[in-house]
């Protein structure tokens, strides 16, 4: 089963930036899912999950700026990232969970004027 991102990319502070996961209905369909990332030098870090009912919980460090959601239709999830900061910059990593942990390629965003 493979997890597929997208919508990396460099932003100025303050901009906003849509990631988005997609994989199959059938994984989809009874996943937790969630997005991680990481930063150079540092551990990867839990930033927002969704459950598969969709009970949604973010990291303290962008709650207000971050909003992850369900597409039941194209069976993906998003993360809306909006007033973004330098230190968002990191490695945006793709998770579902299940009996088994899957992880995406990850994708690369960067805050920086």
């Known amino acids: 089963v493979q997890l597929v991102e997208s919508g990396g990319g460099l932003v100025e502070p303050g901009g906003s930036l849509r990631l988005s996961c997609s994989t199959a209905?059938?994984?989809?369909?009874?996943?937790?899912m969630a997005w991680y990332r990481q930063a150079p030098g540092k551990q990867r870090e839990l930033v927002a999950g969704?459950?598969?009912?969709?009970?949604?919980n973010y990291a303290d460090s962008v709650k207000g700026r971050f909003t992850i959601s369900r597409d039941e239709t194209n069976n993906t999830i998003y993360l809306q990232m909006s007033d973004l900061k330098p230190e968002d910059t990191a490695v945006y990593y793709c998770?579902?969970?299940?009996?088994?942990?899957?992880w995406g390629q990850g994708t690369q965003v960067t805050v920086s004027s």
């Open positions: 969704i459950t598969a009912r969709g009970r949604t």
């Open positions: 209905k059938r994984l989809f369909d009874v996943a937790n």
């Open positions: 998770n579902a969970y299940t009996q088994n942990i899957f």
